[in-house]
């Protein structure tokens, strides 16, 4: 399993959110207000709306800031519905100790939410 894993659960339709694109970025701080971001795994949800392999099994990321960049409007324009954002980004903080994190996101075409799950 990837140390960073994520899964998209499209709550409108109460099932998972399938064929998204999933990019994972690296942040290096130039300063004390701006990040700038590396892509450094990538993939496009499964019928489950998990990604089966964003970083290798082996990758271990040192401590830092990483964005999950999820590609909805792409999505939301296949099943036909209309939707207020295009793309959806969350940035989150790790530890560098090897932990698992998982980062879920619940969709539906005007809102999202997230979590740090298990």
């Given at each position: ?64 800031r990483?964005?999950?960049?999820f ?41 999202y ?6």
């Amino acid at each position: 399993m990837s140390q960073i894993t994520t899964h998209i659960l499209d709550t409108a339709q109460g099932k998972p959110a399938s064929g998204v694109k999933v990019e994972l970025y690296q942040g290096s701080v130039s300063d004390e207000t701006e990040n700038l971001w590396l892509l450094i795994g990538d993939g496009v949800t499964d019928s489950d709306g998990r990604v089966a392999k964003l970083l290798s099994q082996n990758a271990a990321l040192p401590a830092g800031r990483y964005k999950l960049r999820f590609d909805t409007m792409t999505y939301f324009n296949r099943i036909k519905r209309s939707s207020f954002y295009p793309f959806v980004e969350i940035v989150f903080q790790i530890e560098g100790d090897g932990q698992h994190y998982h980062v879920p996101l619940l969709l539906n075409p005007f809102g999202y939410s997230t979590y740090r799950g298990s």
